[in-house]
Nanobody
């Protein structure tokens, strides 16, 4: 059964950094695109960005693009989200998701439990 699990969240001060990990199991990570999502309190789920199975990344939001970095280590079956210069509005539960983009839709989707990030003084 394919599974992904996000970890590494916690409390961080504004301006601080945090790196989240997404551990994959039950499938061969290198064959899949991976996405990072987040959901802030009272907000709808937001797609942060993703990393293709070929290694290319995409983060569309300008602020996030300047501060966040997605990477992968297929040999270790781990995808990372490095977050720098964190802002209070980054407070959210962060999720990783397995999938493959086919046009404007995803197939072979697998979700895991999220990890909470709180940015506060």
């Amino acid at each position: 059964q394919p599974q992904v699990a996000a970890s590494g969240g916690g409390l961080v001060h504004p301006g601080g950094s945090l790196t989240l990990s997404c551990e994959a199991s039950g499938f061969t990570l290198r064959l899949y695109d991976m996405m990072w999502y987040r959901q802030a309190p009272g907000k709808e789920r937001e797609l942060i960005g993703g990393i293709r199975k070929t290694g290319g990344t995409q983060i569309d939001d300008d602020s996030l693009q300047r501060r966040f970095l997605i990477s992968r280590d297929d040999a270790k079956s781990v995808v990372y989200l490095q977050m720098n210069n964190l802002l209070p509005e980054d407070t959210a539960v962060y999720y990783c998701q397995r999938g493959r983009w086919i046009g404007d839709r995803q197939v072979e989707v697998a979700w895991g439990q999220g990890t909470k990030v709180t940015v506060s003084s």
